[in-house]
């Protein structure tokens, strides 16, 4: 029941070529299975998406004598880019939240995205056009992956829910960052291929994907969590999986294992990592005592209209979390989800940014996609454009006007 076999894997008769008769070359059955697979309509549809966003955010940069190559690499897309140049012995200037040197600063940011940045430059790109290059082609490997979710998690209406499930993760609140020299897209192309991999038992690529994820952002924790804990239950309960499954298991902490013993072994203490986020960026983990403090201010004070949105789409996703819950989401997709919106809300600093945090948690959007799958077709277009066209005003509005939630 969890393992859906792709179309493409699906061994086909030979068609014949209509005109002359004889049976259709090779070229030209790809052709014919690409025209009704759902791949290339979902990789149009986020190309579509994310260059309306794109197109919107350079209007509104422009009306402040902005330009759209700052807004696309600006707050921590000047460290990756500086990363994916200097690398981390090297990289000059570095300072901590209270802007005083800090030479261990760099290590906050891990490793796998300014890599895949300098592996591009070497086509003979600029640092800027090579680091939103990878993330315009991550943000199409996450789109495909999203088909195969909701293959999973709407058997009868698989294409079209996955489909929707790319227009509502695409044009999501803050889903500018899929376009920014940020993290964010590769990371998602991993974690969503990760949890294919969990879903379809294919275990060795589940275990590569969470590897991957472990050394692009620290977020990965959850998702290794979730790949190892259904590794481990197909090893214990299908015997004829046990390898695969063990060996994904093992394989999935690695990354991030590696890349945090990696920053503890420079900084000298098993908790390096979380000690430079904490003197960097006043970041930890707080129980969530300073999201609940965040949320009572904004709803109750004379606050702005974004802040106060921003806690209510904060408020959605937890309550779409519980409804996720009750029509019976997959566990290991309910149980990333959960999990990314806890480690999200449940730490201090950066409160603005919360929305940009949980964009990982994409499970949240399946009751969304679902419930529109089975709406009629116009219903369910004009929903999600709708959806589209907020989430880019919203993310436009947070790099021009606001500059507080990335």
């Known amino acids: 029941m969890l393992r859906e076999v792709d179309d493409l894997d699906q061994p086909a008769a030979a068609p014949v070529a209509p005109e002359s008769g004889r049976p259709a070359s090779v070229f030209e059955r790809t052709l014919d299975r690409l025209a009704v697979s759902p791949y290339p309509r979902a990789i149009l549809l986020y190309l579509v998406i994310r260059t309306a966003s794109v197109q919107l955010l350079d209007l509104l940069a422009s009306r402040r004598g902005e330009t759209l190559t700052d807004r696309l690499t600006a707050w921590d897309g000047q460290w990756y880019l500086r990363l994916a140049v200097h690398g981390y012995a090297d990289l000059p200037g570095t300072l901590d939240a209270a802007r005083q040197p800090y030479s261990d600063a760099p290590m906050a940011f891990f490793p796998l995205y300014p890599k895949f940045v300098e592996a591009v430059m070497w ?20 789109a495909c992956g999203l088909i195969r979710i909701g293959r999973v998690v709407s058997p009868e209406r698989g294409d079209r829910t996955g489909l929707l499930l790319v ?19 590769v990371f998602c192309a991993f974690a969503v291929w990760a949890l294919v991999g969990v879903l379809e ?9 969470a590897f ?4 692009s952002r620290s977020t990965a924790v959850v998702l290794v969590a979730v790949v190892v804990v259904a590794a481990l239950i ?11 499954a063990l060996t994904g298991a093992l394989i999935a902490p690695l990354g991030v294992a590696g890349y945090l013993g990696f920053v503890a072994y420079r900084t000298g203490s098993w908790t390096g990592w979380q000690d430079i986020e904490l003197r960097g960026w006043n970041t930890e983990f707080d129980f969530g005592a300073e999201t609940w403090d965040s949320v009572l201010s904004r709803l ?3 606050e702005s209209v974004f802040s106060t949105l921003t ?5 959605g996703a937890v309550a779409l979390a519980v409804v996720a819950a009750c029509i019976r989401v997959p566990w290991p997709l309910m149980l990333y989800g959960v999990g990314v919106l806890v480690l999200a809300i449940g730490t201090r600093g950066l409160p603005d940014a919360k929305l940009r945090f949980i964009l990982p948690a994409f499970p949240v959007l399946v009751p969304i996609a679902i419930g529109l799958a089975k709406r009629r077709t116009v219903t369910a277009v004009v929903a999600a454009a709708a959806w589209v066209v907020l989430g880019a005003w919203f993310s436009a509005h947070a790099l021009t006007a606001w500059q507080y939630a990335i």
């Open 311 to 315: 806690v209510l789409f904060l408020l």
């Open 167 to 185: 227009a509502l993760w695409a044009g999501a609140p803050m889903a500018i960052v899929f376009s920014m020299a940020y993290t964010e897209a």
């Open 123 to 142: 086509l003979g790109l600029d640092v800027v056009t090579a680091a939103l290059t990878v993330s315009v082609l991550s943000g199409l490997v996450l």
């Open 212 to 215: 991957g994820a472990g050394l």
């Open 234 to 244: 197909a090893a214990f309960r299908r015997a004829g999986e046990r390898g695969w």
């Open 201 to 209: 038992r294919r275990w060795l690529t589940a275990g590569l994907c």
């Open 300 to 302: 109750t004070g004379d």
